[in-house]
């Protein structure tokens, strides 16, 4: 199974990509460690994480072909 | 006729409900991209009393997006335009103009007393404060901000329905670490983007006085104009975010949210040698004291412009993004700051703090500034 990913604002920009797939991982923790290892640029960033449309918070076991977002916070105005 | 006929009977809304708007006061912290569309429709149906937060002055760049402005405004300050320009067109509201910034300080007062905010900011440091003096006197506030062509908005510190309240710290518990997120003045953005979720944003403290439809509350919608796409979340309450909000007013007063001053035309000596070194092009230091004045000043790329002279004179100085001026005490300067205003509209102007008889003046600091 894969999990599809969104990525919004400057975390798409920096993933060069709006929408990918990858491997399904056991947990959102392992998920953030396999992008920061493909997009070491997204360490350094802040993202809420929300699956299947629900921000989570902390480390929260994935289903398999659940949904993810990846969130950062928008400051312009 | 009533100019709120067509909203009056609409399902839901009716005479309560648009007594329900003329009896409301709407807090709307930022008159720019956001803020300009929201203003409008605020007042355009008839909310009661809006106050209107900024201490920022109107400039040419702004234009794009900030539609209450037009050409004759700039250098203006933007929270008098804009109630000038509303109290025109709708006289049956209340104006509130507020031309300052807001503050840990001056927070708790003013939102205090309306009963809705709406964050138009373009800041990390103002949406934290806005959030936490929301959540410690209970007001709901309403969230609209932007990165390129993404918008995101969202109403937090209203519990509806089964959804608890939910505060900003919810989703993005502190503040994101240095200049990491660009703003709009950096990556660009199209008017019409602020101009949809600055509508959104009006459209949510609409929903919210009027008790009518399904608030954004607890909820986050992201917009993406460029695609077209939309996105909404739900957001619940985070365990352990309500303790990095201050436990009281008197704590929300003394924190240091890392608000810069805008409105800060005075700058230090030390600043001043920082800028000028970081990016020589574009700062230039004027000095306004009359020819021959002592203590003479030897640094190289400083210009003398007396200010007898600089009404006449300060098109010269229109090439520099930010220019710094000075004097022997620091009063001159001060009043060339605000003769230069209108005649250089896009630039940056500051009065260095004390002038050259400051003990980090170049005259007296000399080694100091020898060394470079």
Sequence with gaps: MSIKIKAFGLIAEKMDAREIRVDQTKTTAELKALLHERYPALEKLDFAIAVDRRIVNDNTPLEPGAEVALLPPFSGG | ?372
Aim: include cysteine; proline fraction near 6%.
């Design chain 2, 1 to 372: 006729m009533d100019r709120f006929v067509r909203q009056i009977n609409l399902r839901e809304m009716g005479v309560e409900g648009q007594d329900r708007l003329s009896n409301a006061s709407v807090l709307v912290v930022g008159a720019g991209g956001l803020g300009c569309p929201a203003l409008l429709f605020l007042a355009a149906a008839g909310v009661g009393k809006i106050c209107i937060l900024d201490g920022d002055r109107v400039s040419v760049s702004n234009l794009n997006r900030q539609v209450l402005y037009g050409r004759k405004d700039v250098g203006k300050l933007k929270s008098e335009v804009a109630a000038q320009q509303l109290s025109e067109k709708y006289g049956d509201s209340d104006y509130h103009c507020l031309p300052f910034f807001l503050t840990p300080e001056n927070a708790a007062e003013i939102i205090e007393d309306c009963d809705l905010v709406l964050d138009c900011t373009d800041n990390f440091p103002t949406r934290y404060l806005i959030n936490d003096a929301c959540v410690l006197l209970g007001k709901p506030f309403v969230q609209g901000a932007i990165f390129e062509d993404e918008g995101q908005i969202g109403v937090f510190n209203l519990p509806h329905n089964d959804r608890p309240a939910c505060t900003y710290r919810d989703l993005y518990p502190e503040p994101p670490a240095g200049n990491l997120i660009p703003d709009c003045n950096e990556t660009g953005v199209l008017g019409v983007l602020p101009g949809v979720i600055g509508t959104l944003q009006a459209s949510e403290a609409i929903k919210i006085i009027c008790k009518r439809g399904e608030p954004l509350a607890g909820k986050i919608f992201f917009l993406n104009l460029y695609t077209n796409e939309s996105y909404t979340l739900e957001v619940s309450p985070r365990p352990g975010s309500s303790s990095t909000i201050p436990s009281d007013i008197d704590e929300l007063r003394s924190r240091d949210y890392g608000i810069a001053c805008r409105t800060e035309v005075e700058v230090s000596w030390l600043t001043a040698k920082k800028w000028l070194e970081s990016d020589n092009s574009h700062s230039v230091l004027v000095d306004v004291r009359n020819p021959g004045e002592r203590p003479l000043m030897n640094l190289p790329d400083t210009l003398s412009l007396p200010l007898i002279d600089i009404e006449k004179q300060g098109g010269r100085l229109e090439k520099y993004d930010r220019i710094l001026f000075f004097c022997k005490i620091g009063q001159r300067s001060l009043t060339a700051v605000e003769k230069m205003r209108d005649l250089l509209p896009d630039s940056e102007l500051y009065s260095v703090e004390g002038g050259v008889l400051h003990p980090d003046s170049p005259v007296k600091a000399t080694d100091q500034w020898a060394r470079n």
